[in-house]
């Protein structure tokens, strides 16, 4: 009867799921793309990974990953755990089983963030799989020859993952609050849209918006510094405990649940 | 079961208060609410599975409950691919898996074929008798009530309108019982049934049903007169009649 069996639990659900599947496409996605690009462009690409190629392909990866897919993917994650339930009609059969219902909000809130780290870590598997792949095929590349740089790495990784904090807080809150699937993730699109553009634009208050994050830390990045929280970094720390806590007391104190 | 906020009063369930002790109440009480609520995405073991890990019951009784449904045999077949039957009856195990001492099901022969319906009143029979667990049910199927339940409540409007044995019940139904008689001389058949409480009414005679012993008593009566029987009828009640009868507030 502890959040362990919670969890446990919430974890069985996930299994055969979209949520699941799309963890690990999300994740190979990217890499077998560029495995496909190195592959057939090679003459041109192996050129330019001459020098750092593991930092310029990790570089670039996650470069096409952070700014649309990576959101995105936490818009449907988020929304998609929930709708298990919706879905089934199991809401109430969950309510009415022995658990507190903060055991249920943060059993399933793990659950998410458990899936979003499974996709961060395939992710950054297939990046060295695909490119040592590729360079067994072709040898004209480096990665073979090249270590890669962990720390750095694992810089990139975290980042990223604070950077995408608020937008899950909030998308599952919303998802919890909608039964029908299109309006979390409409809304999640919209606002992911509009802060693109707002980036795009340069406007001095978009690190105030969780869903410019994912973008703003990878335009960070660029200087390579230590690990130093940048300001929307803070932010989405923020609207993290801000909206997690706002969808648990909302869920908490729902009149009518399930 | 603390899926709606309650408004007033208080609820008590073992003895204890729903609101301080809800948890603990519920390790106590399975449930099967409205239509089944299962993950349609996975098998009736992982179904099984789901719930178990919360209750933390035998990994054991997994088999137990799916024999005592029959649902033994279903293997990897996903719980979209089952019949609405078969669901119900999974979703029943689903509410025994931690041997609660109460069972609420809420209309569990809703929407099923016959056969679904004999299968889950025979479950729900066997259910109390073998296992001894304390079963609520709540349909508006009257017949499929009169055939499992003990005792019985009838809610209209939010308002509790009857509570006790069902055999009390069936006192009340009998008591609304009539003869509808017609001979070929009502008005002296009247007066010589009085004692009966017979009346006249829309042309005909009318005196409580009591037994079936007692309308041939009658009969005799009006044939030792010379009175020639027309019509000699039990009128009974149902269930359904009874209910819209306490429903609209005539009894």
Known sequence: MNFAASLSSELLKTKRTASFWMSIIGAAFIPALFALAYTFNAD???????????????????Q?????????????????????????????????????????????????????????????????????LVNLINSKYTFLDSSINWSQLMQLNAKTYISILGISAIQFWLSLRFKNFIAPVGIGLVLLIGS??????????????????????????????????????????????????????????????? | MGLLKNQQGAIRLFDKDIAKHRIEILKNVGSLIEQPSLYAHLTAKENLEVYRKIYGSPKSRIDEVLKLVDLAGTGSKKAKQFSLGMKQRLSIAVALLHKPELLILDEPTNGLDPNGIIETRELIKRLNKEEGVTIIVSSHILAEIERMASHVGIIHKGKLLFQGPLSELQQLKNKQS???????????????????GAEQKNGLIQFPFQHREGVAAIAQILIANNLAVYLLQPQQNDLEQLFLHITSGTI
Not at chain 1, 44 to 62: C, N, R, S, T, Y
Not at chain 1, 77 to 103: D, M
Not at chain 1, 216 to 221: E, I, Q, R, V, W
Not at chain 1, 228 to 256: A, C, M, P, Q, W
Request: overall charge positive; charged content about 15%; hydrophobic content about 50%.
């Open chain 1, 64 to 132: 096409s990953l952070s700014s649309f897919l990576l959101p995105m993917y936490i818009i449907l994650v988020c929304a998609l755990i929930p709708q298990i339930e919706f879905k089934n009609n199991a809401w109430k059969q969950v309510f009415s089983s022995p658990q507190s219902t903060g055991q249920i909000f943060f059993s399933k809130f793990l659950t998410v963030h458990l899936l979003i780290l499974f996709c961060y870590t395939l992710f950054n598997v297939f990046m060295i799989l695909f490119a040592l």
């Open chain 1, 44 to 62: 041109k690409i192996a050129i330019k990974l001459k020098v750092m190629p593991w930092g310029q392909h990790f570089g670039q990866g996650w």
């Open chain 1, 196 to 258: 693109i553009i707002a980036t795009g634009f340069g406007w001095d208050h978009v690190y105030k918006i969780p869903y410019a994050h994912p973008i703003l830390t990878l335009m960070s990045m660029k200087g390579k510094g230590p690990l130093v929280l940048e300001n929307h970094e803070l932010n989405s720390i923020g609207y993290f405990v801000f909206f997690t806590l706002l969808g648990f007391l909302d869920l908490r104190f729902r009149k009518e649940k399930g």
């Open chain 2, 178 to 196: 009539f003869v509808q008689v017609d001979t070929s001389d009502n008005d002296a058949a009247v007066r010589l049934l009085a004692e009966h």
